[in-house]
């Protein structure tokens, strides 16, 4: 129970500011697209982002406060 808690939040520290940047930066990118596509490519940017760099970035870090077991 405890680990699936610990898991939810690290999946929420990444990702919470990650679905606010990521939009933010590629708008003027994609502004000429329409909603659907501009929305495909920011969630694949997203998932790329989280899957390889912050998610194990942020595990790291909790690994670093005694939170999680590496």
């Known amino acids: 129970m405890r680990n699936n808690i610990i898991t939810s939040i690290i999946i929420f520290v990444g990702l919470y ?9 590629t708008e003027p990118l994609l502004a000429s697209l329409p909603f659907h596509a501009k ?5 694949a940017i997203i ?23 590496k």
């Not at 500011?17 to 930066?25: D, F, G, H, N, Q």
């Not at 929305?39 to 969630?43: A, D, G, V």
């Open 47 to 69: 998932v790329g982002l989280m899957v390889f760099f912050i998610i194990p970035f942020v595990t790291k870090v909790f690994a670093k406060l005694g939170l999680v077991k």
């Open 17 to 25: 500011p990650t679905i606010i940047v990521i939009p933010k930066l």
């Open 39 to 43: 929305n495909m490519l920011n969630t």
